[in-house]
Nanobody, 121 residues
Framework: VQLQASGGGLVQAGGSLRLSCAVS????????MAWYRQAPGKQRDLVAS???????DYADSVKGRFTISRDNARNTVYLQMNSLKPEDTAVYYC????????????????WGQGTQVTVSS
């Protein structure tokens, strides 16, 4: 199972970016999907998560600015980031809990490679 994240970049404060993360491989089903971020010298923190039915949850710091969504047909999760602030600067990682075809009773967590988001003031 592989997760491929894309969409990061450099943006001015107040701007927007949209991250995408596609899951591929021997997948039976994808349970929760999420985005985390890690700023230099800090721990990796949860930004947003979404259930298979599309119910989202957000860190307080991004509520009202970020929107997580998913396309179950494409095995893809998105993060729309609006009103970006310099403190949003970090490497963003996608994450998925997956049941593989060969072990449908086991849920394993997989991570994407990370995409850099830099917000200039």
């Amino acid at each position: 199972v592989q997760l491929q994240a894309s969409g990061g970049g450099l943006v001015q404060a107040g701007g927007s970016l949209r991250l995408s993360c596609a899951v591929s491989g021997s997948i039976f089903s994808i349970i929760d999907m999420a985005w985390y971020r890690q700023a230099p010298g800090k721990q990796r923190d949860l930004v947003a998560s979404i259930t298979p039915a599309g119910s989202p949850d957000y860190a307080d710091s991004v509520k009202g600015r970020f929107t997580i969504s998913r396309d179950n047909a494409r095995n893809t999760v998105y993060l729309q980031m609006n009103s970006l602030k310099p403190e949003d600067t970090a490497v963003y990682y996608c994450n998925a809990d997956v049941k593989r075809r060969l072990s449908r009773t086991t849920i394993a967590t997989y991570w994407g490679q990370g995409t850099q988001v830099t917000v200039s003031s």
